[in-house]
């Protein structure tokens, strides 16, 4: 049986919910490599300088990125793997 989007599930959140988070999550990381990269253009520009900052700008934001995207997945691995034990 397949589930609709508007289905209720009384054990946890709906489907749509769940969409809706990972969009968010998403959106989140990309908008974490991007803005510092960003900013950095804009500083480049007002300090005159060449690609410095757009360098720094990019290099945080992905390392930000790629960090923030280890920590939100984290959970959800160990939360599996502890579901996994309990069942065998």
């Known amino acids: 049986m397949t589930q609709s989007p ?3 599930n009384p054990d946890g959140p709906t489907l749509i919910a769940i969409a809706y ?3 968010a999550r998403i959106m989140t990381v990309a908008l974490e490599m ?3 990269g960003l900013i950095g253009v804009w500083l480049d520009k007002r300090l005159g300088t ?3 900052f757009v360098l ?3 290099g945080g934001g ?3 990125a790629v960090w923030h995207l280890i920590r939100m997945t984290a959970p ?3 939360s599996k793997q502890d579901n ?3 069942k065998s």
């Open 50 to 52: 060449k690609i410095v």
């Open 84 to 86: 996994t034990i309990s």
């Open 21 to 23: 988070g990972w969009a």
């Open 62 to 64: 992905c390392t930000l």
């Open 34 to 36: 991007v803005v510092p």
């Open 76 to 78: 959800q691995a160990k």
């Open 6 to 8: 508007n289905d209720h």
């Open 56 to 58: 720094l700008g990019f």
